[in-house]
């Protein structure tokens, strides 16, 4: 069974940064891409960010130049370094197998004040 677990959240201030880390267990973590979503509060979970198993990346137009995917297959763990961060970033941020979600993590929040 694999498991999820999300961190590196916090309360910052629009402008500041954040990590989070996803780590993967129970699971050949390397073959799979990979993705950050996130779900504000009354809104739908959206896709954030991906990374392939060979590195390549892609964003959601409202993170581009401000978020960056990244992946280390020796610790089964994915990155989002977050910069710039704006009020509207605020949410959940969820990690998960883009492809075939494997079991959603509990997340880890994210809230940024104004």
């Known amino acids: 069974q694999v498991q999820l677990m999300e961190s590196g959240g916090g309360l910052v201030q629009a402008g500041g940064s954040l990590r989070l880390s996803c780590a993967a267990s129970g699971t050949t973590f390397r073959f799979n891409a990979m993705a950050w979503y996130r779900q504000a509060p009354g809104k739908q979970r959206e896709l954030v960010a991906e990374?392939?198993?060979?590195?390549?990346?892609s964003y959601a137009y409202s993170v581009k130049g401000r978020f960056t995917i990244s992946r280390d297959n020796a610790k089964n763990t994915v990155y989002l370094q977050m910069n710039s961060l704006k009020p509207e970033d605020t949410a959940v941020y969820y990690c998960n197998r883009l492809l075939a979600a494997w079991s959603w993590g509990q997340g880890t929040q994210v809230t940024i004040s104004a």
């Open positions: 990374i392939t198993s060979g590195g390549s990346t």
